[in-house]
């Protein structure tokens, strides 16, 4: 007995003859809230879907506490599901709807008025049971949704792009109203989005799919700081990718010299002479004072504002430190004092630590 | 100009209305006339007409007409909801043969089909099912095109998601029938249904091929008395008949017109 909620052991699926998920492994633990996030069209729908047994992996397994699914029907997982569009039933109340998973069981109706209250309760809609889905807004119908999915005690709940229907406001309150759900609950979340910030906001790990495959996994945090590949860096958060010529491995840093400039950059990374690009955050560049010097990043260009965008909490700056290449810069707008003028000349610094080296 | 625009618009609604409603009013004045005669706006009222329609001449061929009917809308509501069930939903090799094979009987006209069941009867042997078997079997030959029709564009319209959702709750493919799928398609199954009844109740083509004598339905009582006379009680038997399918479409919308329930309120 392991203490894995879900695995996937080696799982590909193709339809016609098209491969969509491309040998896929994954462990998720239990209690944790795991988001796939990915573009549309990177497998990351038809992975839920063959956790949930709506496809049938190609080859492979998938297994739910240590057993396998292959053969078992979706209304026999015990899994929790919550669709975009709600798929709420319209001709039942709410209360019907969120006591549906245990009438179909045949639990007691006592027992499930309870259930249905304590359900109604958790997504704070109580008093709402006697109303019908189509007399609630997009964000009421969301929580009956997550409630009808929680009511029957599924082991895991899977969620696919839940929060993609409803405005911007709404979503972010949901986003906290979620992830306090399943820290209640303690219940294993698998949370399919295209929402880099959603997936950021919830969850303990991120599993970034690409192209069938997965292209990094693990926490929030260290995906945004360390992105593997070209790939994650410009999918999670803004990023300044840059082409790298030729690395040299120096005693204790990497030199990487970036493709058709004289520029040689400086990271912490360790790597190869293959190195092909690199990244720096916006946010990570420092607009350096003439008189900052010698203790300061070590990494230090010059350049000339091109772009100045007002972002509100920031402001982005485009600078051009050399023919053809320009760097965002990213500088909160509390510290005004140093946005400097269009066409001005800056000195920018950038630690060894924040120059990732991705690959391909 | 706006003003114009409405005013005409409002008057194309009356003019189509009135297209449709003048020849009942006619039928319905002619209904109420005291002399024997067919008038239309005449100058006085009577019911005494619809005294007659309680006569055997006319009660039983209503009877029969209903009762066929009824038993017509129900087997074609049954097989039509099997059908589309098993083509749409469980979207069956050769789906789309299938459904023109369904939906074949509307190309053919219903003179050619009576002669031709009646045909059929006889070379087989079966002149004995003349009347009220065949009579249904020809008129749910009839109506299942259109109840295949509506269950079938129904279950197009179906939400894939509520299926799965239902699924991951739980529900077997029995349950999912029973408490979604088809209270979901009930709007649609039920005008087929409804249809299939006025189909039955109001056919002459097929059904003047088929009824045994002195024993028909109600339009082939209508006709039979037609090439005899023509008088107000004519036109009384077809006022009641047409009250009649009117009672009958607002019952089954009651029953499926759950429009209040999709369209918000609660219970």
């Known amino acids: 007995m392991n203490s894995f909620d879900i695995e996937l052991v080696s799982v590909s699926k193709s339809f016609a003859g098209i491969p969509v998920v491309q040998d896929l492994n994954l462990q998720i633990p239990r209690g944790e809230f795991v988001s796939i996030l990915g573009p549309s069209g990177c497998g990351k729908t038809t992975t839920l879907n063959m956790i949930a047994g709506f496809n049938t992996p190609s080859s492979g397994d998938v297994r739910v506490r240590g057993k396998s699914q292959n053969r078992i029907p979706p209304e026999r997982r015990n899994l929790g599901l ?30 499930i008025g309870k259930a249905v209250d304590a359900a109604l309760r958790s997504v704070r809609l109580d008093g709402f049971g006697s109303r019908y889905p189509k007399a609630l807004s997009g964000g009421q119908q969301q929580r009956v949704a997550l409630a ?149 990043p070590q990494n230090r260009l010059d350049g000339v504002v091109r772009r100045i965008v007002n972002l509100g909490a920031h402001v982005e700056l485009l600078v051009e430190v050399a023919t053809g290449l320009s760097l965002m810069v ?14 001005s000349t800056v000195t920018l610094g950038i630690d060894p630590q924040d120059v990732q080296v991705l690959s391909d | 100009m706006n003003r114009v625009l409405t005013c005409l618009f409002w ?23 005291p002399s024997s005669a067919v008038t239309f706006l005449p100058w006085e009222w009577t019911t005494v007409w619809y005294g007659n329609l309680l006569a055997d001449r006319w009660l039983q061929p209503f009877l029969l007409s209903v009762k066929i009917a009824t038993v017509v809308a129900g087997i074609s509501g049954v097989l039509g909801v099997l059908a589309a069930y098993a083509v ?12 023109a094979g369904l939906l074949s009987p509307l190309s053919v006209p219903q003179i050619v089909k009576g002669v031709a069941i009646v045909l059929f009867l006889s070379i087989i042997g079966l002149q004995g099912v003349l009347g009220t078997p065949a009579l249904i079997a020809a008129h749910v030959v009839l109506a299942l095109p259109f109840v295949t029709r509506m269950a079938a564009t129904s279950l197009a319209n179906f939400d894939g998601n509520l299926d799965r959702a239902a699924q991951s709750l739980g ?32 056919n002459i083509p097929l059904s003047v091929f088929l009824v045994r004598p002195g024993d028909t339905t109600l339009p082939i009582a209508v006709i039979n008395y037609l090439e005899y006379s023509l008088d107000p009680v004519m036109a009384a038997v077809n006022v009641a008949s047409m009250i009649f399918i009117l009672t009958v479409i607002f019952l089954f919308e009651k029953v499926g017109g759950f429009s209040a329930q999709l369209h918000g309120g609660s219970k």
């Open chain 2, 11 to 33: 008057l194309a609604i009356a003019l189509v209305l009135t297209f449709i409603t003048l020849p009942l009013a006619v039928v319905v004045a002619a209904s109420l006339s």
């Open chain 1, 330 to 343: 990213l500088v909160p707008s509390s510290r005004s004092s140093l946005v400097p003028e269009l066409a």
């Open chain 2, 88 to 99: 749409v939903y469980e979207r069956l090799p050769g789906s789309t043969a299938i459904m």
């Open chain 1, 148 to 296: 009808r999915a929680i009511a029957p005690k599924p082991s895991v709940l899977l969620l696919d792009e839940p929060l993609s229907n409803l405005d911007l406001k709404l979503r972010e309150a949901m986003r906290i109203e979620l992830k306090e759900i399943q820290e209640q609950l303690d219940m294993t979340f698998v949370y399919v989005t295209h929402d880099q910030e959603e997936a950021m906001a919830m969850s303990d790990r991120i599993v970034v799919m690409w192209q069938g495959a997965i292209a990094q996994q693990g926490e929030p945090a260290s995906i945004y700081r360390n992105p593997a590949t070209r790939f994650v860096a410009d999918f999670v958060g803004r990023s300044n990718i840059l082409s790298v010529r030729r690395s040299i491995p120096g005693p204790t840093f990497l030199e990487l010299c970036i493709d058709g400039t004289q520029i040689v950059l400086r990271s912490d990374c360790a790597g190869n002479n293959a190195v092909q690009s690199c990244c720096i955050r916006p946010e990570s560049i420092a607009l350096l004072n003439g008189s900052d010097s010698g203790t300061g």
């Open chain 2, 171 to 202: 529900a077997t493919k029995r349950q999912r029938l029973q408490h979604i799928v088809l209270p979901m398609i009930k709007p649609g199954v039920l005008s087929g249904v409804t249809f299939a009844f006025i189909i039955s109740f109001n």
């Open chain 1, 82 to 111: 919550v669709f975009q569009n709600y798929a709420l039933f319209p001709h039942m109340t709410v209360a019907e709807n969120v006591g549906f998973g245990l009438r179909m069981r045949g639990t007691p109706k006592a027992e």
